[in-house]
């Protein structure tokens, strides 16, 4: 039966089993997949079967079936597709094609970093209590959706929650400039709701809270409420040459990063130096108090936690 063009819009999920014989080589036993709406993930048909090692030639009908269409996998791009082609090279079969790749292990390493030890599939299902993986083949193909739905709900929300910080698991406790290594600093993109991004600083691969004791206000404190309805107050402090060199460093990587997007935002240096006396100032953006999370806003000033 012939598919029409629309039913190609359909996200196909794969995912394939494989065992390790005596002499070490590996088999592909089962195979499995799902096919969802792409607008709504709603599930649309399901298939699975067990492959027999020795005959694999049954598997030539699933050439038509999923042809031209969306593949999406967990660790898709470097291991499942790469299975299904050389399971067709096998019995000299033409292999399909997909018109596009979701990896979900890519996607989440990208969008959900810093929340759990590892972006495993067992992982992230136990994270979000979904049971444990059995490893066959639909199994782990529903897991996988699930996780997915699971992590877009996370990352719509949290940027409406009060302070999210709590989210991050992989974090530490705040430190003072002279606990921090310059070149342990680096940055990275972070989500920050609807599609939007906000640039995060790392120290040793995790989230930067920064802490400063006795920091000198040097010009009136202003107050500005938020689009949550939150106070925040911003004013200028003086600080000393080592929190300089660290911030420094952060605007250094920071502004790197930014010129990388598409952003169209003018950028403004966290640390601002007097033309005449060359004497730095910091302008901090404050909530509740004067402890710094170390993330540059769309202002690209240091926002405060």
């Known amino acids: ?29 089962e195979f499995g997949a799902t096919k969802v709406d792409p607008r709504t993930f709603v599930e649309r048909e399901s298939y699975s079967t067990l492959v027999r ?29 790469h299975r299904i082609r050389e399971l067709f090279v096998e019995i000299n079969r033409l292999a399909p094609k997909p018109k596009g790749i979701i990896d979900s292990l890519q996607l989440l390493k990208h969008r959900f970093k810093n929340r759990t030890d590892n972006m495993k599939l067992k992982t992230l299902a136990k994270y979000f209590g979904l049971g444990k993986q059995t490893h066959r083949s639909l ?29 991050f698991t992989k974090t530490e406790d705040f430190l003072e400039p002279h606990d921090i290594s310059i070149s342990h600093i680096s940055v990275t993109h972070e989500p920050s709701g609807f599609g939007s991004q906000k640039i995060q600083i790392l120290h040793r691969n995790v989230a930067l809270k920064l802490f400063c004791e006795d920091l000198k206000i040097c010009s009136t404190i202003s107050t500005i409420v938020s689009d949550y309805g939150r106070q925040r107050r911003s004013f200028k402090v003086d600080p000393s040459q080592s929190l300089c060199e660290i911030l420094d460093t952060c605007n250094h990587h920071a502004h790197e990063l930014f010129l990388h997007s ?18 730095p100032t910091l302008r901090l953006r404050q909530v509740f108090s004067l402890c710094l999370t170390c993330s540059i806003n769309e202002d690209n000033y240091l926002n405060t936690l």
């Open 262 to 279: 598409s952003s169209s935002s003018e950028w403004q240096p966290v640390v601002i130096r007097e033309k005449s006396t060359n004497s």
């Open 53 to 81: 090692p020795s005959d694999p030639t049954h598997i030539d009908s699933l050439g038509d079936r999923y042809n031209g269409r969306i593949w999406a996998g967990h660790n898709m791009r470097k291991f499942d597709r």
């Open 1 to 29: 039966m012939a598919v029409s063009t629309g039913d190609r819009f359909e996200i196909a999920f794969f995912d394939v089993e494989r065992i390790k014989s005596e002499q070490g080589d590996y088999f592909v036993v």
């Open 139 to 167: 199994d782990d193909v529903r897991m996988n959706i699930e996780v997915l739905k699971c992590c877009g709900a996370a990352l719509l929300l949290e940027p409406s929650l009060p302070d999210s910080s709590w989210i």
